[in-house]
Structures are given as C-alpha cells and as structure tokens.
C-alpha cells in the first residue's frame, strides 16, 4: 500500500470522521488489527502513553521488530516528494549526502540513480541496508556517530514524527550538516489513535518551520506530507 493510498485514507479518518468516533478505542481496533497483522496491538494503540516510560533499548526493540503494512512497502515517501528533493540535490562531483532513518534504503537507491556522483551514507537503528555502493552505519539520531560538518547535505525523512527528544535529534542533524539538510515529515492533526507510532504532529508548517529553525528554507505541502528543505547559505528555494 504506497503512501498517496495510505495519505488518502488518513484524510478520510482524520478529515471525515466526528472526532468523537474517529478517536474512539472501539472504532479504531479493528484497523490497528490489521494494519498491525495481529501482532502487539495493544503495544501499538497506547504506544503514544507508553513510550516515554521506555528504555532506548527497548524503544529501539519496538521499530526493529515491527511488522505492519507500512514495513511490506519499500519506502514511506510518495514519489512525488522524491522527485522534488532530488530535482534540488547538485549535480556536482565529490560532495556527500547522509540519510538519517534509512530504513531499508529507498530514498538512498533513488539517489544513487539520480545523483550517481553523490558519496551515500545511511544511518539507522537497524543491523544493515542492501544498497549497492551505498555505505551505512548503525546509530541514533539523537547520537549520531559523526564528526561536525561530515556531510554536504543530510536527510531524514518520515522520522522525527517518531522522536521522543526532537529538537536534540535536529540539533544533531544540522551539526553534522555542511551545505543543506532536507525533511520530510506527514501533514497530520493529533490523534490519540493513530497507525503509525507517531507522538509528534505537524498540521501546519509553521510547525515543523519552528521545530527545525534553518537560516534559509522553503516548506511545502506535497501530497500530504511536508518537505522542508533548509539550507545555510542563502539562495535556495523550492
């Protein structure tokens, strides 16, 4: 199920749906039952109370070992913010770009399509990606294992929504960040009952303009999810 469906649907239940009944525990189990294949969902539905309670090893435990139908699709993004970020990368040799929250390295195959004079670097919380001539190394976002400045352009997509400390996480991200740092989050209300493990809402982009504070950006709303694209030299737009 690729993101414009799952976008879409989302629309229809937060847009549609009295909020009265769209939040309601009763209404919202049988789609938790299937989007979470029967597996944990209880942990699923009061993941939003229990995360802040949990250690960083447990906290890391629930995304490696999650399986829903989010986790069958290759990559959370839609195309067509794919194609926007990579219309905005150089095409210049000898620069780097770092994708923090890789998953299982989509966004970085892309890439490497689009951009093959770019060196490619992803970082995640899991053991390895299977991208040909793309390195990784294994981390957290909050701790990235980086020098200052070690990449041109850095990205993270569909991961600080998930974040229990966003602004330590951003901090790390623009400190290892040279020229330009790119996120793309969901345009999305708050709901208790959501079906995605998301503790962090940005229904408008003044949200997310604030919570990242780049010296230069541009925000725009791409199909249902926000693409930030910051840079520290002026210059830049979308």
């Known amino acids: 199920m690729n993101r414009n469906?799952?976008?879409?649907?989302r629309f229809i239940l937060d847009e549609c749906i009295p909020p009265v009944i769209r939040d309601s525990r009763w209404f919202m189990y049988p789609f938790f039952y299937i989007w979470y294949k029967g597996k944990k969902v209880k942990l699923y539905m009061?993941?939003?109370?229990?995360?802040?309670?949990?250690?960083?090893?447990?906290?890391?435990?629930?995304?490696?070992?999650?399986?829903c139908l989010a986790t069958d699709r290759p990559t959370d993004m839609n195309q067509q913010s794919i194609d926007l970020m990579i219309s905005k990368l150089p095409t210049e040799?000898?620069?780097?770009?770092l994708d923090v929250g890789c998953g299982r390295g989509h966004w970085l195959a892309e890439v490497k399509k689009h951009r093959p004079n770019l060196n490619l670097m992803g970082c995640d919380v899991h053991d390895g990606i299977n991208v040909p001539n793309v390195n990784y190394t294994r981390g957290n976002i909050e701790k990235l294992p980086f020098e200052?400045?070690?990449?041109?352009?850095?990205?993270?997509?569909?991961?600080?929504?998930?974040l229990k400390n966003v602004p330590l996480a951003v901090a790390e991200l623009k400190r290892v960040a040279k020229k330009g740092l790119f996120i793309v989050t969901?345009?999305?209300?708050?709901?208790?009952?959501?079906?995605?493990?998301?503790i962090n809402f940005y229904p408008i982009k003044e949200y997310l303009q604030e919570a990242v504070?780049?010296?230069?950006?541009?925000?725009?709303?791409?199909?249902?999810?926000?693409?930030?694209?910051?840079?520290f030299e002026e210059g830049k737009t979308l």
């Open 213 to 231: 504070q780049m010296p230069h950006y541009s925000c725009k709303n791409v199909w249902g999810d926000w693409v930030y694209l910051g840079y």
């Open 46 to 67: 009061e993941f939003k109370s229990k995360v802040y309670s949990m250690t960083e090893a447990e906290y890391e435990q629930a995304y490696r070992e999650l399986d």
């Open 5 to 9: 469906i799952t976008n879409s649907i």
């Open 148 to 162: 200052d400045k070690s990449f041109d352009y850095v990205t993270c997509h569909h991961t600080i929504e998930h």
């Open 186 to 198: 969901p345009c999305q209300k708050y709901y208790y009952y959501t079906l995605d493990m998301h």
């Open 93 to 97: 040799s000898n620069l780097s770009l």
